[in-house]
């Protein structure tokens, strides 16, 4: 392992620039994704900062401290694509419709940046694409080579770019979801981006939006291995110290609320979409290229903390057990900054075999499997894996029709 567990960044990752100021803090927390044996109960768990800064020169938000990846993704790396049906829905349908909008032939490489156990790809290699993944999570991405799906286990640099490109030749299309927002050295991956493309192909990244974080309180997107949160503005300049430029640009909704950006080299064939410009003028509207939007963030995060706690510490003082639904590393930042600890909540469930037998980090609640819901029939659920919780609720239908009610936490707790 690198000779660092953190460091603090002072430029900024999109544009370079050093202007960086101080937007907003949150609880520190030991990695979210960090989950504990019963034998590690005793260890010193390790925190570090979630302090967000805002670039005064383009505008992006991203966190200052950055924990060695390492740390992050070669441990106990546990999240795979595949335990949700929604995304992986979302994922099949974003290959169609790729492929016939850029016509991509039968034998054209495509490479996915991030491609965690190869869903995504699977459904371009099924299509008759060859496919290639790079993922830092070693066994994840042994599995999914195990699979079908050739996959690098490393991470994605142009040093490993210019061995892919050697090896496989230029790549039509280049695609990433939720990751580029965990890059530390972001320039270094676009021009390792630019350099696999092929002169008419296109890269298309995914990636949460500050925007729908902000106006839905969704603080618990942000965690260490979030680096960046994205707003359209700040890769276009990202995009132009490689000699790339945004054709497209929509927002999408898995993950709680994301844009799709498409771009290709500069004064490449496509024709760049009057959606880009829209979307850029709109977040301006919305205070987005002002840091008063974090101080503003902050305010909000507050009052939901106040009205979650007094809910949740009012039923256990009445004697209700609670359990939470989902062990997702977002949940980690909302039970650390709402103080909801193993006094609050008796323990978790999570369809995710890997963390199941498991200790939160921080808190030390255990992860059981979705069938004790039923077994130990605790009185209310809340659901920390919001974004899923309609899909949730209705799977677990059973529980709120015989046994208790499910707590929405955000962005206004409720019970159903």
Same mark, same amino acid.
């Given at each position: 392992m690198s000779? %660092?567990?953190?460091?603090?960044?002072?430029?900024?990752?999109?544009c370079g620039d050093t202007s960086l100021k101080k937007g907003m803090a949150l609880t520190p927390t030991p990695p979210g994704n960090?989950?504990?044996? /019963?034998?590690?109960?005793?260890?010193?768990?390790?925190?570090?900062?979630?302090?967000?800064?805002?670039?005064?020169?383009?505008?992006?938000? /991203?966190?200052?401290?950055v924990v060695n990846p390492k740390i992050l993704y070669q441990k106990n790396y546990t999240y795979v694509s595949a335990t949700s049906s929604e995304f992986v829905n979302h994922l099949k349908n974003y290959a169609n419709n790729m492929i016939e909008r850029f016509n991509l032939k039968s034998g054209s490489l495509i490479i996915d940046i991030g491609s965690n156990d190869g869903t995504t790809l699977s459904f371009f290699k099924d299509l008759g694409l060859k496919v290639l993944g790079i993922d830092p999570a070693k066994e994840i991405a042994k599995k999914a080579t195990n699979t079908g799906i050739e996959t690098i286990g490393d991470f994605f640099n142009f040093e490993?770019?210019?061995?892919?490109?050697?090896? %496989?030749?230029?790549?039509?299309? *280049?695609?990433?979801?939720?990751?580029?927002?965990?890059?530390?050295d972001l320039?270094?991956?676009?021009?390792?981006?630019?350099?696999?493309? @092929? @002169?008419?192909?296109v890269f298309v990244i995914e990636v949460g939006y500050f925007l729908d974080v902000y106006e839905n309180i969704w603080f618990d997107t942000i965690y260490h291995e979030h680096l960046d949160y994205h707003t359209v503005a700040p890769f276009e300049k990202l995009f132009a110290r490689v000699g790339m430029e945004i054709i497209d640009v929509e927002r999408i909704n898995p /993950?709680?609320?994301?844009?799709?950006?498409i771009a290709q080299k500069k004064d490449g064939q496509h024709s760049r979409s009057p959606n880009v410009d829209k979307l850029i003028e709109f977040e301006k509207k919305q205070g987005l290229?002002?840091?008063?939007?974090?101080?503003?963030?902050?305010?909000?995060?507050?009052?939901?903390?106040?009205?979650?706690?007094?809910?949740?510490?009012?039923?256990?003082?009445?004697?209700?057990? *609670?359990?939470?639904?989902?062990?997702?590393?977002?949940?980690?930042?909302?039970?650390?900054?709402?103080?909801?600890?193993?006094?609050?909540?008796?323990?978790?469930?999570? @369809?995710?075999?890997?963390?199941?037998?498991?200790?939160?980090?921080?808190?030390? *609640?255990?992860?059981?499997?979705?069938?004790?819901?039923?077994?130990?029939?605790?009185?209310?659920?809340?659901?920390?894996?919001?974004?899923?919780?309609?899909?949730?609720?209705?799977?677990?239908?059973?529980?709120?029709?015989e046994i208790g009610q499910f707590i929405i936490p955000m962005p206004t707790p409720l019970v159903r």
């Amino acid at each position: 392992m690198s000779n %660092y567990t953190y460091y603090f960044k002072k430029s900024c990752r999109m544009c370079g620039d050093t202007s960086l100021k101080k937007g907003m803090a949150l609880t520190p927390t030991p990695p979210g994704n960090d989950f504990l044996k /019963q034998s590690e109960l005793h260890f010193d768990e390790k925190k570090y900062p979630l302090d967000l800064y805002f670039c005064e020169n383009c505008c992006h938000i /991203q966190l200052g401290h950055v924990v060695n990846p390492k740390i992050l993704y070669q441990k106990n790396y546990t999240y795979v694509s595949a335990t949700s049906s929604e995304f992986v829905n979302h994922l099949k349908n974003y290959a169609n419709n790729m492929i016939e909008r850029f016509n991509l032939k039968s034998g054209s490489l495509i490479i996915d940046i991030g491609s965690n156990d190869g869903t995504t790809l699977s459904f371009f290699k099924d299509l008759g694409l060859k496919v290639l993944g790079i993922d830092p999570a070693k066994e994840i991405a042994k599995k999914a080579t195990n699979t079908g799906i050739e996959t690098i286990g490393d991470f994605f640099n142009f040093e490993l770019a210019c061995k892919i490109k050697n090896k %496989y030749g230029s790549s039509k299309f *280049i695609t990433s979801h939720n990751a580029c927002a965990h890059i530390d050295d972001l320039l270094d991956v676009i021009k390792g981006v630019e350099y696999c493309l @092929d @002169d008419d192909g296109v890269f298309v990244i995914e990636v949460g939006y500050f925007l729908d974080v902000y106006e839905n309180i969704w603080f618990d997107t942000i965690y260490h291995e979030h680096l960046d949160y994205h707003t359209v503005a700040p890769f276009e300049k990202l995009f132009a110290r490689v000699g790339m430029e945004i054709i497209d640009v929509e927002r999408i909704n898995p /993950q709680g609320g994301s844009i799709r950006i498409i771009a290709q080299k500069k004064d490449g064939q496509h024709s760049r979409s009057p959606n880009v410009d829209k979307l850029i003028e709109f977040e301006k509207k919305q205070g987005l290229d002002q840091i008063l939007i974090l101080q503003e963030f902050e305010k909000k995060i507050s009052e939901v903390k106040k009205k979650l706690y007094k809910l949740v510490s009012t039923l256990k003082e009445g004697g209700k057990i *609670i359990a939470g639904f989902g062990a997702p590393t977002k949940a980690t930042t909302l039970m650390a900054h709402f103080g909801l600890d193993k006094n609050m909540i008796d323990f978790i469930v999570d @369809d995710n075999p890997l963390k199941q037998g498991l200790f939160t980090p921080m808190a030390h *609640i255990p992860v059981l499997s979705p069938k004790a819901l039923y077994s130990r029939k605790p009185d209310y659920v809340i659901i920390l894996a919001w974004n899923f919780a309609e899909p949730i609720m209705k799977m677990q239908e059973k529980y709120s029709r015989e046994i208790g009610q499910f707590i929405i936490p955000m962005p206004t707790p409720l019970v159903r």
